[in-house]
């Protein structure tokens, strides 16, 4: 784990530059198409903008050149009497009409030119009541009257009026053009501007990502070269390392057997001693019974407690002590010549090897009212027949030991491959065992919980010795009152070398 953490922080730099780096060059993109579409929008507008201002100009010029249609055709019909004059004026004015509705339709969005508007309106009306009493008077046959009507009001000045408020408003829509214009110019500007910084963005994120590549090319080549080299070293490392291994295995191996075999001999003594001391106390006892009853006097009750009670009772202590040192000797001289043994691996199905095991210890499951489940189907592996059989037999057997009281005791055994190991699981609803103990029940002479079934903390140790052997690991999870499920993890197939 803690490997894996430095690698991490290591490559965590060169991560964290390529994303800031990427980071910039999206949100320079962003704000690059954010402004293209900034100032597309204000082409855009300013285009609707100038459409609007030359069709203002083009109705405002329709307008005026029929109104001056208009009075030029009053004006030869007063003269020439001709009614052909007479049906321009009246298609002049019906033109007008709507020409003057779109102007002022165009125009309503601005208030600078509502009061022009209003007076181009007024005027207009003006100069069409004029022309029609001029008309009329000429349909009437009294043209000396109308041409006299037109020499003293010739509407001259109406017109030069009308003229100049068109003119306002058309440089009204000039002023509005060239303020347009202007914002048109800014937002370009704007625009380089913005595409100038981006592109100065991303050309520092380019320039960024190449040196952080190239560096990380180069700290990759010179870790692969180191690599290498240790890989050209690595298979001799191994091979020492192995084999110092095996050397400090063999002297441990030694001498546990040595303490072990050590020991058994005093042991033997004190076991021989103690038989000899139980049976002195046998006439020991029947002297005291004598003397009882022959010269009561002499014998005192400390002697009578010594030799019917504390005698016998603490050679009972020393037989049940030394018989404790006995089973414990014998579990070490166990784990001694099981680490001396030659492995020999074999393909084994592991799902028929748990029911050989189950059928094996059948009168404890049934006297201990176990259910015991083996899930089909299971991996095939290539093992150690023996230390896998005592493995899982020690598991399933402590499984069906350390039942919960309050329900049946149940045990499932299944099997299942992962990349590279195959991972046997026993569980059980047993009484659990708690979190703070999960590494210490595999230590020797360690247990963990109520001690109400017989054992020397032995099995799980061997467990996790045998497991190592086989190239593999042990674990468990469990919580109190909850069961526990025990994770035997190996490799597909033993290699002989590692074991």
Same mark, same amino acid.
Do not use: C
């Given at each position: ?16 530059? +390529? ?36 069709? %203002?100009?083009? =109705? ?8 001056? !249609? ?28 709507? !020409? %003057? ?11 600078? !030119?509502?009061?022009?508007?209003? &007076? ?48 306002? &408003?058309?440089?009204?829509? $000039? ?11 800014? @937002? $370009?500007?704007?625009? @380089?501007? =913005? ?5 100065? +963005?991303?050309?520092?994120? %380019? ?24 890989? *050209?070293?690595?298979?001799?490392? #191994? ?39 139980? *049976? ?6 029947? +002297? ?10 002499? #014998? ?63 009168? #404890? ?12 189907? &299971? ?13 899982? @037999? ?12 309050? $329900?049946?005791?149940? %045990?499932? =055994? ?9 991972? #046997? ?43 190592? $052997? +086989? ?29």
């Amino acid at each position: 784990m803690k490997g894996s953490s430095s690698d991490a922080s290591a490559e965590n730099p060169i991560g964290r530059i +390529l994303i800031a780096a990427m980071a910039i060059g999206f949100l320079a993109l962003l704000v690059a198409a954010g402004a293209a579409g900034y100032v597309v929008r204000q082409t855009n507008r300013h285009s609707d903008w100038v459409v609007h201002t030359y069709r %203002v100009e083009s =109705v405002l010029i329709e307008v005026r050149r029929l109104a001056e !249609q208009q009075e030029t055709a009053r004006r030869g019909y007063m003269l020439a009497g001709s009614p052909a004059f007479l049906e321009s004026f009246e298609r002049a004015h019906d033109e007008l009409i709507p !020409q %003057v509705a779109e102007l002022r339709r165009l125009t309503a969005d601005n208030p600078r !030119q509502r009061v022009p508007m209003a &007076m181009v309106t007024r005027r207009l009306a003006e100069i069409d009541a004029a022309q029609r009493r001029t008309n009329a008077l000429v349909q009437q046959g009294r043209g000396a009257e109308a041409l006299a009507r037109f020499r003293a009001d010739s509407g001259l000045q109406r017109m030069m009026k009308l003229r100049g408020v068109f003119d306002t &408003m058309a440089g009204e829509e $000039r002023r509005l053009l060239a303020i347009r214009d202007a914002e048109q110019i800014a @937002s $370009r500007q704007t625009f @380089s501007t =913005v595409m100038a910084i981006a592109a100065l +963005l991303f050309l520092a994120v %380019v320039i960024v990502t190449f040196l952080t590549m190239r560096r990380y090319t180069r700290d990759l080549h010179r870790s692969r070269s180191a690599l290498a080299s240790l890989n *050209a070293t690595l298979e001799e490392q #191994v091979k020492e390392r192995t084999a110092d291994l095996a050397l400090a295995n063999e002297e441990i191996q030694r001498f546990a057997y040595i303490v072990s075999h050590d020991l058994r001999s005093p042991l033997v003594n004190v076991m021989g001693f103690t038989a000899e001391l139980s *049976a002195a106390t046998q006439p020991l006892s029947a +002297l005291i019974d004598r003397a009882e009853v022959e010269a009561p006097h002499i #014998v005192t009750e400390e002697a009578r407690l010594a030799a019917r009670e504390d005698l016998p009772e603490a050679i009972g202590f020393i037989r049940t002590s030394t018989a404790k040192m006995d089973r414990l000797i014998n579990a070490i001289l166990k784990l001694s010549r099981e680490g001396r043994r030659v492995l020999a691996p074999e393909m084994i199905a592991l799902d028929q090897l748990v029911e050989q095991i189950g059928d094996s210890i059948r009168h #404890v499951i049934d006297d201990r009212g176990v259910t015991l489940t083996v899930e089909r189907p &299971m991996p095939v592996v290539v093992s150690d027949r023996i230390a896998l059989e005592q493995i899982l @037999s020690n598991l399933i057997e402590n499984a069906t030991k350390y039942r919960h009281p309050a $329900r049946a005791a149940e %045990v499932h =055994v299944s099997a299942h491959e992962t990349p590279g190991r195959v991972i #046997v699981a026993v569980r059980d609803n047993g009484r659990g065992i708690d979190p703070r103990d999960h590494q210490r029940i595999f230590d020797l002479f360690r247990r963990s919980g109520q001690q109400d079934q017989p054992g020397e903390g032995i099995g799980l140790a061997h467990v996790r010795a045998l497991a190592y $052997r +086989l190239g593999g690991t042990i674990s468990v999870e469990s919580q109190l009152g909850e069961g526990a499920t025990f994770f035997l993890s190996l490799p597909p197939s033993l290699s002989i070398e590692g074991a």
